[in-house]
């Protein structure tokens, strides 16, 4: 990292916590427009509890459509933050400063938007608490742990529990930073949630120790959560075309890929909602489009695995599914989409070095990237249990309702709500990490250079 | 006796290291004194003692935790509705060890987060003496010690340059 410039502490407190202390118009705004769509996805929500699973698209065999697809996809955008945050710290990148919290709590959110979609999908989501959670003794009747939709909650309440403490134990500092710059209510709130943070060695050294700690636990955790989320699918007996034993991985993968490139959309609109020039550089841009080349490339890796052990083993189901997939419309339009969305536009972009520094280049490829990943999870679910039955009372199509589009619409909305809620009471971007970072900045010279030097307890 | 505390306040780390330093020469013990910071300093930048901890062995005892209550959980629930679904035997043992091993790793974090709270001495409920500029790029070096030694804390702080030295009885303190 080249190209950092020097920053009074005075700077970083005033530059990373105005969005904390101070709120511009354009918020109310924003938070206007967001809740507006969020309350038309309430209002869908509403009015699929009140009449039931018959608005949505569904039937026979398609029982899982817009909203499970919308479900694997924010799951997938969740594996963003720990992927990026936990891999950054135990390798000690310099450049994870700006990126990290941004990454974490976009989890967060994702996580809790994801974790309400099989739950809407059900029609009535209070019953899902008799499948779920073990608490309905008196009748002797117990959730069915072989089921693959009892292993999800338990991997999400995890994964999420763990990413909200991960983001609590980091934010402790700061929340100290904003209690010495609050009075009244707002300061006696902080007060409480900084813990009486004072930043003594003692707390900066299990601070430190904690950052590592915590990374090595919830790696795990993120690599199970896609897999379990796979194994929704892999598991199920019914569904031949979902029988693949590399599903695991090919789905961690593609949360990967999806979700680096949502911390590259995050981390462009920060740049430019919070004017954070000092923070966000092009070079966490390149070094993010690298990462995404890589990722993409592995990605594609599994991608065309899964293609080719469906196509070599001959079987019929396998055949028909692809066939469908790729030369029937519309499903053959979505590949395409798909194809050039996910992969083919955006990683030739993404080769070079120019382009990869270019922000606004960077914030609308990595959009279009999501709109590719988002139309393969939908490939991978939709055409699956869009094939023929014995009897044609049985083999309908699918095409999803306005309940559904203005649910998945309302997803986005929320968790841009959440992100936006969450910046106006904690810093998107960890200030004492940033301040370590110019601590620890030293100019070396080597030969006729100068270039900073980073030195790590 | 109560202890008083006096903090002093250094804009340079090297000052702040220089009052750590006289008052260990004035025979106050690492436990009297404190360094505040709103940056993490390397360790020994003001020649504070090794700090040690047993974070490490929390995320054990919380997978031990973790792992028996998912056992618990598992054996429980199928024992006591014995249902056969899937035409798989009662007690699965793969769908089993999914459920453990989250509730495991739950349980290792639940009990680091716990383990990092209990070795920083968080939540710190007792309020000492304190300043804001402190996250503004000071360094603030604070010293809790007996009343007939408060002077020579005092001295020691002013010897090395503090910008200021605020003491425990002022009035309009700014406390944490």
């Not at chain 1, 809620?421 to 030293?442: C, H, N, R, T």
């Not at chain 2, 010690?145 to 005092?154: G, H, I, K, N, T």
Request: hydrophobic share 50%; charged share 15%; proline share 5%.
């Amino acid at each position: 990292m080249q190209e950092r410039v020097q920053l009074s502490d005075a700077q970083i407190n005033r530059e990373l916590l105005s969005g904390v202390l101070h709120t511009p118009m354009w918020f109310w705004g924003l938070v206007l427009l967001l809740g507006a769509v969020v309350g038309v996805g309430v209002l869908a929500a509403g009015v699929l509890i009140y009449f039931g699973v018959g608005v949505l698209g569904l039937n026979r065999p398609v029982f899982w459509g817009f909203l499970i697809t919308n479900f694997v996809f924010w799951v997938g955008i969740s594996h963003a933050g720990v992927m990026i945050s936990a891999i950054l710290r135990l390798t000690q990148a310099e450049w994870r400063r700006p990126v990290t919290r941004a990454a974490e709590v976009l989890t967060i959110f994702a996580l809790s938007t994801a974790a309400l979609f099989p739950l809407i999908h059900t029609g009535r989501p209070w019953r899902a608490l008799y499948w779920v959670f073990p608490y309905d003794f008196s009748r002797g009747i117990w959730p069915n742990v072989r089921s693959p939709l009892i292993w999800d909650p338990s991997a999400i309440f995890t994964y999420l529990t763990g990413t909200i403490l991960f983001v609590f134990i980091a934010l402790v500092p700061d929340l100290g930073m904003i209690r010495d710059r609050t009075a009244g209510w707002r300061h006696k709130l902080y007060s409480v949630l900084s813990l009486g943070w004072e930043g003594n060695p003692r707390q900066w050294r299990l601070q430190a120790v904690a950052g590592i700690l915590l990374s090595a636990l919830i790696l795990p955790v993120f690599v199970s959560v896609h897999s379990i989320v796979s194994w929704d699918f892999g598991m199920a007996i019914a569904v031949e075309t979902w029988h693949a034993t590399v599903f695991a991985p090919y789905f961690v993968i593609g949360a990967v890929h999806s979700g680096v490139s949502a911390v590259v959309t995050i981390m462009a609109l920060l740049l430019w909602i919070f004017k954070l020039k000092n923070y966000i550089r092009p070079d966490h841009f390149d070094a993010l489009g690298r990462l995404l080349v890589v990722v993409a490339t592995a990605w594609l890796y599994f991608y065309v695995l899964d293609f080719f052990f469906g196509m070599y083993s001959l079987e019929p189901q396998e055949l028909e599914n692809r066939t469908l997939i790729m030369f029937q419309w519309p499903m053959s339009f979505l590949f395409v989409l798909f194809a050039l969305a996910s992969y083919l536009i955006p990683i030739p972009l993404w080769l070079s070095k120019k382009n990869r520094r270019n922000i606004p280049l960077m914030f609308w490829s990595s959009i279009l990237v999501n709109i590719g990943m988002w139309l393969e999870r939908f490939q991978i679910i939709v055409p699956g249990l869009l094939r023929k039955q014995a009897f044609t009372f049985t083999w309908a199509n699918y095409s999803p309702t306005i309940v559904e589009i203005a649910l998945v619409t309302a997803s986005f909305a929320l968790v841009g709500f959440g992100l936006l809620m969450f910046s106006k009471f904690f810093p998107l971007i960890p200030v004492w990490e940033q301040k370590e970072g110019q601590l620890l900045k030293d100019d070396v010279q080597v030969g006729r250079a100068r270039v900073p030097g980073l030195v790590h307890d | 006796m109560a202890k008083r505390a006096a903090l002093g306040l250094y804009k340079d780390a090297l000052a702040a290291a220089t009052a750590v330093d006289n008052l260990k020469q004035n025979r106050f013990t690492d436990g009297e004194i404190d360094i505040l910071s709103g940056t993490p300093y390397p360790e020994g930048a003001f020649g504070e003692h090794h700090i040690g901890h047993k974070l490490f062995v929390f995320p054990f005892i919380g997978a031990a935790c973790g792992f028996s209550v998912g056992l618990l959980l598992t054996l429980g629930t199928q024992l006591s509705y014995p249902m056969v679904t899937g035409g798989k035997p009662i007690l699965s043992v793969p769908p089993m060890a999914i459920i453990m091993y989250e509730g495991t790793m739950l349980g290792a974090i639940l009990f680091t987060i716990l383990g990092i709270l209990f070795e920083s001495r968080l939540p710190r409920v007792r309020r000492s003496v304190y300043d804001g500029r402190i996250t503004e790029g000071y360094v603030g070096v604070r010293v809790e010690c007996e009343p007939q030694r408060f002077d020579a804390a005092l001295n020691a702080l002013r010897q090395a340059g503090a910008d200021d030295v605020k003491f425990d009885n002022q009035p309009g303190l700014a406390t944490t």
